[in-house]
Each structure stands twice: as C-alpha cells, then as structure tokens.
C-alpha cells in the first residue's frame, strides 16, 4: 500500500508541475524609458571585462560588459533599454530594470529571433507595499484592477544577426505607493492574472509617498501645492 501511495502521489505531483507549464502564460522583454539600474540573474548573464576576448567595447557601461552565458552572445536586447546606468547581480534570480520616479514610458518589446505577433497583451501591477491604495495610469487612463491591456504588437523589423524587434510604448503614472512591479505577457486564459515566471521586469520607486497604506485622499494631500 505505502507503494502504491507513492506513485499516486508522484503521478498527482508531475501532474500539477505539467499543469503550470501548460498553462503559464508567455511573458516578454520590458523596460523603462528613464534611467535604470539593470539587475541580472547570475545564473543567465555574467559581467565581462576588457582583456575578455568576448569583451566589445561598444556594450561597455561602468567598464563592463553583460554577456549572456546560456546563448553565449552579447545580449542585444538588453541594451535596447535607452539609459541603463550600471549593472548589479541579482540575489532573488530575477532580471529586473530598477528605475526612480512615477512618470516615464513603460517599452515593451517583442524581441525574438522569428517575427510573430504579441496578442492578449497586458501589463500587470504589484504595489509596494501590497496594502497600498495605488492608481495607475497607462497613456492617461487610469488602470482597472491593475491590470491593462495593450494593443497587439506586430514584430516584423529585422535588426540584424537573425533577431526582430518591434516595440509598443507606453506612458506610465502612478500615485499612493512606494514603488510598483511591472511585468508585460499575453494574457491567454483572459482573466487578467498573471500564471507564470517573468523573465523580466519593471521594479519602479517613488520616494515621495511614504510606504504605509494611507486614505486616497491621503495620498491626494502629499501632491497638493
């Protein structure tokens, strides 16, 4: 019987793994248009230096250059992002863009190296802290339940090496939280929820409001002049 229960188990466990890779949602290349801090999986990109023969000076930033360890190329699309100020290893294993301020263009970019189309597109919020009373406003509209649906994104241009790249831009706002994460995917099952692990993301801080949950019309206070 202790057998045959642990088969049991173990089928119901591939079962579920099996599930949340049928069912996660795909997640694309995202950035912000102001400056940015790009933090890196160790476990995906390396730094390396001059005196590297993978090193090409063009890609420098801070004296260093990213370099993609599981493709082994200088990623590219990375560097699409038009101000990134310095690298850092990450300690959680996410690729993030770390950005300051609550107004800027949220890209995103469906870099890949086929032309296709980014459809049930969306970007999804998380407020820091998660009890802050947060409005978001993507191109002047304010943001439902933090979720937004984006127009589809046709990628068609070719840019070289066997990639394409064709980008939606975005204007973001926000106001009543310290900081919000910020991940674009295709939203499949259409529920407005994101099921998977983001490749990359948007962690943007605001440090005028202060990070406990407060009133809206707290929050409209801070802003008043």
């Given at each position: ?38 933090r ?20 420098m ?50 870099f890949?190296p ?112």
């Amino acid at each position: 019987m202790g057998t045959k229960k642990g088969i049991v188990l173990g089928l119901i466990l591939c079962a579920t793994a099996f599930a949340g890779r049928v069912h996660a949602e795909p997640s694309y290349l995202i950035y912000p248009s102001s400056p940015a801090v790009f933090r890196y999986d160790p476990a995906h990109y390396e730094l390396v230096s001059p005196g590297d023969p993978r090193f090409d000076p063009a890609y420098m930033i801070g004296g260093q250059m990213l370099w993609d360890r599981v493709e082994s190329r200088i990623p590219v699309e990375l560097y699409r992002a038009p101000v990134i100020t310095a690298f850092e290893a990450s300690t959680s294993g996410c690729n993030e863009f770390i950005t300051l301020g609550n107004d800027f263009d949220v890209i995103v970019d469906g870099f890949g190296p086929s032309p296709r189309t980014l459809g049930s597109l969306c970007l999804r919020f998380w407020p820091e802290p998660p009890s802050a009373l947060v409005q978001v406003f993507i191109d002047g509209a304010p943001v439902v339940a933090l979720t937004k649906g984006l127009t589809p994104i046709e990628v068609e241009t070719d840019i070289g090496n066997g990639f394409y790249s064709d980008t939606g831009v975005h204007r973001f706002t926000w106001v009543g939280s310290s900081g919000l994460e910020i991940i674009a995917f295709s939203d499949k099952n259409a529920n407005g929820a994101f099921e998977g692990n983001a490749p990359f993301r948007i962690i943007a801080r605001d440090n005028v409001v202060g990070v406990e949950a407060r009133t809206w019309g707290g929050v409209k206070a801070l802003y008043r002049k």
